[in-house]
């Protein structure tokens, strides 16, 4: 394995030298297209390193003092390496074991802090060099951009480790190549210096040799296809090598790092759905040996590859996630819960384990793994009052620094699930402060959303209804995509239906007619539940017995406020029972709510919000509202229990029938 010195290490100028390394590296550049110079560069002059080609005037090029016969004279700590074969270096006498090594490194925090404890070394292998680049890219790439570009070029430390990778490229081990080639093509160094053109032409070599294992296959894919995408022609050769090995060999990190490779875009033409067929096969019966780690990224992977005719391994996977819940990182378990989504799984066990995770970490939890437990929770209609309380309470002490968007999923669940925890005082106050704050920093859409879903559960946005019903507004949806669909003219509607029943003492702007709907009922995403049919029919049938006739009821009433009213019955003054074509006489309207499992949250008998709100509105609009629950109806036996149950329900002052 190479070693690095970091002692002996000589940085001076010589342009003559550079020039002929920059044809050189010109002529080896152009196997893999012009296109790689163009990458991954910042600001004007780009991130690049004391060995690029192209900064001959700037930070101090290199010079090779040793061709030219001029003593050494050390101006910076640098590195050499020391080849496998041949040691052409002296081996330091102050190694430390890598592990130990790894350790110290996982703790820096900093590029700063990693090249203080890197400086105080005299010598790296190979591989732990790798491991300081890719905990440099730990550190300082966030979402793709590096934090400190220039300061982390400019870092003399960082500058002779690129150098004598330069060097001595052709001495490094497999794996310390591929992994320092991926974490420098992570760090936007220059793709056109002369570093990043031996890194990439030696990986070539030893590719066309056959040298290399499943994981260098895989981390030298990773690399490639961040820096060219998926139409790197070396992609297609490693391909081709992962395929002709044994997938029954291969050990569960090297089926989940496959797995990655496919799912960055190498895979997602699906040329290679055999391959992942027989992984998929592979894989059921080596999960019980994947780590929380390895659990994750397959399942990530089998999410982004849609492979939704993999549900047995999916399904195996989500049961195996439970035991790891405790210890899945915040990237994790967002993975794992983007799974149980995407492939419409539930497990209770699973949410039992999510509420004990929670309940202990949701003060120190990501603001976007705290944001995919809340979605998670709404997509499923998973009432829990543990995740729920506990996300309540972190988000009154920690919503300062979240983002529009987190804020807006933490909370439209609260709404959506029709669930007010015990610091509701406390949490709405914190968000009325925010939105005060950053309303104008809020997407319009996700503002909607959010102030929409405050309705659901009685609570009211008077102070911001007069600036979401203004015309400027409006437009801002309408420009930004969706767009003013139905569903968005939906929630427009049911805010200002809300604000006329609920509030009247708001005189404020009011919604403009041309952007209210006529009905809150739709296909797909709605404000209203359509009836279950089964269920309708056995009520419809029991009814029938219960009044005589069909004529006696309404199915499927759209009333004049923009709800649909399952069954709609008629009273006169006397309370007689009105045939429902008939529109005289009629003094009372009785609404019989038909509701399904659908309508409550899962396993449990709580409305959601937006069944929640219809009630509470058709009673103040003048309904008397009945709920037929399906809890109730199921414990009936058969068609007098059912008639007897009606008779109560509807008309339960009545000791007899009167129509």
């Known amino acids: 394995m190479a070693l690095m010195n970091l002692k002996c290490f000589q940085v001076y100028t010589s342009r003559v030298h550079t020039c002929r390394l920059l044809l050189t590296g010109r002529r080896v550049i152009n196997r893999f297209g012009p296109e790689m110079g163009l990458l ?200 081709d090598q992962v395929q002709s090995t044994n997938l029954e060999d291969w050990r569960p990190d090297e089926m989940a790092m496959v797995y990655r490779v496919l799912q960055l875009g190498v895979g997602k033409r699906r040329q290679y759905q055999d391959l992942l067929n027989k992984m998929n096969n592979l894989t059921v019966i080596k999960v019980p040996e994947l780590n929380p780690k390895l659990t994750s990224t397959v399942l990530n992977a089998l999410v982004v590859l849609d492979q939704t005719q993999a549900i047995p391994l999916v399904i195996k996977l989500c049961k195996y996630s439970i035991r790891h819940v405790p210890c899945f990182t915040d990237d994790e378990i967002v993975h794992v819960l983007e799974a149980f989504i995407h492939f419409g799984h539930n497990d209770p066990f699973f949410t039992e384990a999510l509420e004990r995770h929670v309940a202990k970490c949701a003060f120190t939890m990501h603001p976007k793994a705290v944001s995919k437990v809340m979605q998670y929770c709404g997509r499923k209609h998973i009432l829990s009052k543990t995740i729920f309380n506990a996300v309540a309470e972190s988000f009154i002490y920690n919503a300062d620094s979240f983002t529009t968007v987190q804020i807006a999923e933490q909370i439209v669940p609260f709404g959506k699930l029709n669930y007010l925890p015990p610091c509701a005082p406390s949490l709405f106050r914190k968000l009325e402060r925010v939105l005060s704050a950053r309303f104008t920093q809020f997407q319009p859409h996700v503002l909607l959303n959010l102030l929409h879903s405050f309705t659901l559960v009685e609570r009211y946005p008077l102070n911001f209804l007069a600036k979401v019903f203004n015309p400027y507004f409006l437009q801002q949806l309408q420009a930004e995509e969706p767009g003013l669909t139905r569903s968005v003219c939906s929630q427009l509607t049911q805010l200002f239906l809300t604000v006329a029943v609920e509030c009247p003492s708001y005189k404020g702007p009011k919604l403009l007619p041309r952007y209210r709907v006529k009905s809150f009922l739709k296909p797909g995403r709605s404000l209203e539940s359509s009836v279950d049919v089964h269920l309708y029919n056995q009520v419809k049938a029991g009814l029938i017995d219960l009044l005589g006739a069909r004529i006696y009821f309404a199915s499927h009433v759209l009333s004049p406020y923009y709800y649909t009213i399952d069954i709609e019955i008629k009273l006169d003054e006397e309370g007689f029972v009105l045939p429902a074509t008939q529109y005289d006489e009629v003094i009372q309207r009785i609404a019989l709510c038909v509701d399904d499992r659908k309508r409550f949250c899962i396993n449990s008998h709580h409305l959601l919000g937006k069944e929640a709100i219809k009630k509470r509105h058709l009673k103040l609009l003048g309904y008397e509202v009945v709920q037929i629950p399906f809890f109730e109806f199921e414990l009936l036996n058969n068609k007098s229990d059912i008639v007897k149950y009606l008779h109560k329900k509807i008309f339960p002052n009545s000791y007899r029938l009167s129509w």
Not at 120 to 135: G, H, N, P, W, Y
Not at 177 to 200: F, Q
């Open 40 to 239: 991954c560069r910042y600001g004007s002059s780009g991130l690049q390193t004391a060995c690029s080609v192209t900064t001959l005037q700037g930070v101090a090029c290199r010079n090779y003092h040793t061709e030219l016969g001029n003593p050494p004279s050390s101006i910076m700590g640098g590195v050499n390496l020391h080849g496998e074969a041949g040691n052409r270096f002296k081996s330091s006498t102050k190694q430390i074991e890598e592990q130990e090594f790894l350790d110290e490194l996982n703790n820096c925090l900093s590029y700063k802090d990693i090249f203080k404890w890197v400086s105080s070394l005299e010598s790296l292998a190979d591989t732990t060099v790798a491991a300081v680049f890719q905990r440099l890219c730990d550190v300082e790439v966030e979402d793709g951009r590096l934090k400190e570009a220039q300061e982390l070029a400019e870092d003399e430390i960082f500058r002779s480790l690129c150098f004598q990778l330069e060097q001595e490229s052709p001495n490094l081990s497999n794996s310390g190549l591929v992994n320092s080639l991926n974490a420098l093509i992570k760090l936007r160094v220059d793709p056109w210096s002369t570093l990043m053109v031996r890194l990439i032409s030696e990986s070539q070599e030893r590719l066309d040799k056959v040298q290399m294992t499943i994981k260098d296959l895989c981390v030298l894919a990773e690399g490639l296809f961040d820096l060219e995408g998926p139409g790197c022609a070396m992609l297609e050769q490693i391909m």
